[in-house]
């Protein structure tokens, strides 16, 4: 048998000695057999209340507020006077034209500030959640009380008024011209685009046998004595717009002809460049050649006067400074280009000065020329490469000393407008054709182009925006290549390859809005009306 199996009799024994009493009984049949049937207590409200405390008008009353006093012990009860009902929600009704963005924001409110405000100030930080040591060290260094929010909704403050502060609006009027854009006169051509009209016929065409047709020359100039001077091939002519007198100023040695030709600051000297290298300077009143500069090895295909300094720009890419005054003319050598030098341009106050090449760049730079020994070099301030054809055109504004416009051949076809203190490009523009020369007006925001092939056409841009104001298409029959803008500043005069000189009312001055209009004969007209005297029939009206 095996000893681990309990015998019958074993158990027996045991049964036998464990009697039930009536609480075993009763005990055993509350036990329910389903072990699925929690038991639980009979509900209070079935009990019988034999032997309980009975409940009277007093009881009720105490247990209806909630507390209950038995023997001098308070009991609080939590009684729930009534049930919460949540107010009902109003039908969002919206057409099917209203989109379903127009719900409302999960994270984000759209309520007004009226209905957030006063549920933000419910809200407080508990110091008790945090650490108090870590809390009063942010108090301390933000210097923020704990319980004020640095962002909050609030009223909007009053608006100031003079009247209430007195001391605070004459502050401000004292501080206005601080603030004053420079030069307010000038009036910003963006706002007066669509009133304004340019005439596309030109006011006045003069003949000019021989103007050379060639894009890297400068033929053309306009000094402020009001005379123009054109290079007709060998010859130098001058043409006084207030006369209309025109005589022949200079030739050119045999064997060469003239390629550029500018006038001093005050229209007394004229300086003229030759294919030869050579630097020629004339006195206008006299006709008189007053010396021959020469030292360089190419053609000089542009000049640029800054008070008694004439600058030369060679074919071989070298820039030359010439003290007119002394004998030793070449008084500082420039280097920065390796291609023909067919742009030049002083600034108003002699500071810098701007060159532009066939080799695609253009150069800044430092024009104080100071006491230099001789054989002295100068290197450029900034040197801009954003072009990918010549730059001949270039355009020092009047208005802002600091903006310089370039342009470029055909290939590239583009204006920027560069800010020379930075050395940064502000502005950039595409055109349909070569720029041949840029113009700024004097007493308006706006810059005037030439351009050659296809168009042939004078463009006019406002700035800072580069819209286009306007543009005669055809302007002459075949490139323009040279321009140059009237003392006055509303005149501007191009030459092209079609042997033409014409003269475009561009800009309109304050003295020419208020001058009376007079009624002349065409032999009178001003700026030229007669007919010249010259045997060649040179520079006279057609």
Not at 228 to 255: C, F, H, M, N, R
Not at 303 to 308: A, E, G
Request: net charge positive; hydrophobic share 35%.
């Amino acid at each position: 048998m095996d000893p681990r199996t309990p015998s019958r009799r074993a158990r027996a024994r045991s049964e036998a000695k464990t009697p039930l009493t009536p609480s075993l009984v009763n005990a055993i049949s509350n036990i329910s057999l389903n072990p699925f049937v929690s038991s639980r207590p009979s509900s209070p409200i079935k009990r019988t209340t034999s032997g309980s405390i009975t409940v009277s008008d007093s009881l009720q009353r105490q247990a209806g507020t909630g507390v209950i006093r038995k023997g001098g012990v308070e009991s609080r009860l939590d009684v729930v006077t009534r049930d919460y009902v949540p107010p009902p929600k109003p039908e969002l009704k919206r057409s099917r034209s209203t989109p379903a963005s127009a719900r409302r924001d999960r994270f984000i409110t759209n309520r007004d500030d009226s209905e957030v405000a006063p549920t933000l100030d419910h809200l407080h930080l508990n110091p008790k959640s945090a650490s108090p040591g870590h809390t009063a060290r942010l108090v301390a260094a933000t210097g923020v009380p704990l319980n004020r929010r640095i962002l909050a909704y609030h009223e909007p403050p009053p608006a100031a008024s003079s009247s209430s502060n007195s001391a605070l609006a004459q502050h401000r009027e004292f501080a206005r011209p601080l603030y004053a854009q420079r030069n307010a006169s000038i009036p910003n051509s963006i706002s007066a685009t669509k009133a304004r009209k340019i005439p596309t016929q030109p006011e006045r065409v003069l003949d000019a046998p021989g103007l050379v047709d060639d894009f890297y020359l400068n033929l053309l100039a306009w000094s402020p004595a009001n005379a123009v001077a054109v290079a007709l091939e060998a010859s130098t002519y001058i043409w006084k717009a207030d006369t209309g007198a025109v005589t022949q100023l200079a030739d050119a040695p045999e064997g060469t002809y003239v390629s550029s030709v500018d006038f001093s600051n005050d229209g007394a000297f004229l300086g003229i460049g030759l294919g030869t290298g050579d630097v020629e300077l004339w006195d206008v009143e006299s006709a008189q050649k007053l010396r021959t500069m020469s030292g360089h090895q190419g053609q000089i295909a542009t000049l640029s006067w800054h008070q008694h300094i004439l600058t030369s720009g060679c074919g071989d890419g070298s820039i030359w400074h010439h003290d007119v005054r002394v004998p030793r003319h070449k008084v500082m050598e420039l280097l920065g280009h390796t291609g023909e030098v067919c742009g030049l341009r002083w600034r108003s106050d002699g500071e810098l000065l701007a060159s532009g090449g066939n080799d695609n760049v253009v150069n800044i730079w430092d024009g104080r020329v100071g006491d230099v020994a001789e054989g002295a070099r100068g290197n450029a301030k900034w040197t801009k490469r954003n072009h990918t054809a010549a730059v001949k055109a270039v355009a020092w504004c009047p208005w802002q000393p600091s903006l310089l416009a370039s342009g470029g051949g055909t290939n590239d076809a583009t204006i920027n407008v560069w800010n020379t203190t930075t050395g940064a490009r502000l502005h950039s523009l595409k055109t349909p054709s070569q720029i041949t020369s840029l113009l700024w007006a004097p007493a308006k925001k706006e810059i005037l182009s030439t351009h050659g092939f296809p168009t042939n056409a004078l463009m006019v841009h406002a700035y800072p925006s580069m819209e286009r104001v306007a543009e005669i298409r055809d302007a002459h029959d075949a490139r323009v290549l040279f321009s140059c803008v009237s003392p006055n500043g509303d005149v501007v005069c191009t030459g092209a390859g079609d042997e033409n000189l014409k003269f475009w009312r561009i800009w309109d001055t304050g003295e020419e809005k208020t001058r009376k209009k007079k009624i002349v004969s065409a032999s009178e007209d001003v700026g030229g009306g007669r007919i010249n005297s010259t045997r060649e029939g040179i520079l006279s009206i057609r």
